[in-house]
C-alpha cells in the first residue's frame, strides 16, 4: 500500500473546526482514501472513506484533492470526545480478494482544548 | 448493537502458560482479523481469515495460533507466552462485499512476565 505523510500532532478548540492534512502522493488509481480515529484506551474506530469525490458522512467530511495526492478530514465542530489519534490510510481496491488488512502509520494526535 | 467483543480485556500471565484470547462479532462479517499494538511499531497483523475454516498468516504470526470453527468466533491462541508478546491486541470484522469500514474490538492487554 502506497505511503501517507500526517502531522504528529494538532490542536483545537472546542466547536470549531478541525482540518486534518494527510498527503499521499504516491497513490494509484485504485487505493482508497480510509480514515480512522482511535481515542484513548479503545480500538480503531472507522470514520470515513473515498475514492475520487468528496464524502460526508455523520462523523466528518473527506476532501480530496482533484489530484488525489492529499486528502483532509474535516471535523467540523470539534468536542472534547473527538481528542484522539486520526490515521489516513490508503488501500487499494484490488486488494479486496485477498486480505483486508489496514496498515496503520503514526497518525495525528488531536488535542482538543475545552 | 452491533459490536466485537474481546475477552478478557486484561490478563496478566507467565511464561509458558497457554492462554485464548476470545473475538467475537455480531454482524455476520465474513473477515476477521487480530492485530497487535505496540509503542512506536503501530498496529501489525497477526492473522486473518476470510471466512469459516480459512485462516491465513498477516505480518507477525510468529508463536499464534488461530482458528475459525464458527463464523462469529476468531480466537487467538498463544500456545507458550513470552515476554515479548506482552502488548495491546485487537480484534477486526468487516464484511467482503462493499464498503470499506472495519469493526474493531475494545482490545485486550495482555503482560506476559
Same mark, same amino acid.
Given at each position: 500500500?502506497?505511503?501517507?505523510?500526517?502531522?504528529?500532532?494538532?490542536?483545537?478548540?472546542?466547536?470549531?473546526?478541525?482540518?486534518?492534512? @494527510?498527503?499521499?502522493?504516491?497513490?494509484?488509481?485504485?487505493?482508497?482514501?480510509?480514515? $480512522?480515529?482511535?481515542?484513548?484506551?479503545?480500538?480503531?474506530? $472507522? =470514520?470515513?472513506?473515498?475514492?475520487?469525490?468528496?464524502?460526508?458522512?455523520?462523523?466528518?467530511?473527506?476532501?480530496?484533492?482533484?489530484?488525489?495526492?492529499?486528502?483532509?478530514?474535516?471535523?467540523?465542530?470539534?468536542?472534547?470526545?473527538?481528542?484522539?489519534? $486520526?490515521? @489516513?490510510?490508503?488501500?487499494? =481496491?484490488?486488494?479486496?480478494?485477498?486480505?483486508?488488512?489496514?496498515?496503520?502509520?503514526?497518525?495525528?494526535?488531536?488535542?482538543?482544548?475545552? | 448493537?452491533? %459490536?466485537?467483543?474481546?475477552?478478557?480485556?486484561?490478563?496478566?500471565?507467565?511464561?509458558?502458560?497457554?492462554?485464548?484470547?476470545?473475538?467475537?462479532?455480531?454482524?455476520?462479517?465474513?473477515?476477521?482479523?487480530?492485530?497487535? %499494538?505496540?509503542?512506536?511499531?503501530?498496529?501489525? %497483523?497477526?492473522?486473518?481469515?476470510?471466512?469459516? &475454516?480459512?485462516?491465513?498468516?498477516?505480518?507477525?504470526? &510468529?508463536?499464534?495460533?488461530?482458528?475459525?470453527?464458527?463464523?462469529?468466533?476468531?480466537?487467538?491462541?498463544?500456545?507458550?507466552?513470552?515476554?515479548?508478546?506482552?502488548?495491546?491486541?485487537?480484534?477486526?470484522?468487516?464484511?467482503?462485499?462493499?464498503?470499506? &469500514?472495519?469493526?474493531?474490538?475494545?482490545?485486550?492487554?495482555?503482560?506476559?512476565?
Amino acid at each position: 500500500d502506497a505511503k501517507t505523510t500526517q502531522p504528529n500532532s494538532m490542536e483545537s478548540n472546542e466547536e470549531e473546526p478541525v482540518h486534518l492534512p @494527510c498527503n499521499h502522493s504516491t497513490i494509484s488509481g485504485t487505493d482508497y482514501i480510509h480514515w $480512522y480515529r482511535q481515542l484513548p484506551s479503545q480500538g480503531p474506530e $472507522y =470514520v470515513i472513506h473515498g475514492l475520487t469525490s468528496n464524502v460526508n458522512n455523520r462523523m466528518a467530511s473527506l476532501a480530496i484533492a482533484e489530484d488525489r495526492k492529499s486528502s483532509t478530514l474535516i471535523l467540523h465542530r470539534a468536542t472534547l470526545r473527538d481528542a484522539a489519534v $486520526y490515521y @489516513c490510510i490508503l488501500r487499494d =481496491v484490488d486488494s479486496g480478494g485477498s486480505n483486508y488488512k489496514l496498515t496503520f502509520g503514526k497518525g495525528t494526535l488531536l488535542t482538543v482544548n475545552p | 448493537e452491533a %459490536q466485537v467483543t474481546q475477552n478478557p480485556r486484561y490478563l496478566i500471565t507467565v511464561t509458558g502458560k497457554k492462554l485464548t484470547v476470545t473475538c467475537s462479532q455480531n454482524m455476520n462479517h465474513e473477515y476477521m482479523s487480530w492485530y497487535r %499494538q505496540d509503542p512506536g511499531l503501530g498496529l501489525r %497483523q497477526i492473522y486473518y481469515s476470510m471466512n469459516v &475454516e480459512v485462516t491465513d498468516k498477516g505480518d507477525v504470526p &510468529e508463536g499464534y495460533k488461530v482458528s475459525r470453527k464458527e463464523k462469529r468466533n476468531f480466537p487467538l491462541i498463544l500456545e507458550s507466552p513470552s515476554p515479548n508478546q506482552t502488548s495491546l491486541y485487537f480484534c477486526a470484522s468487516r464484511r467482503l462485499a462493499g464498503g470499506g &469500514e472495519q469493526f474493531f474490538g475494545p482490545g485486550t492487554r495482555l503482560t506476559v512476565l
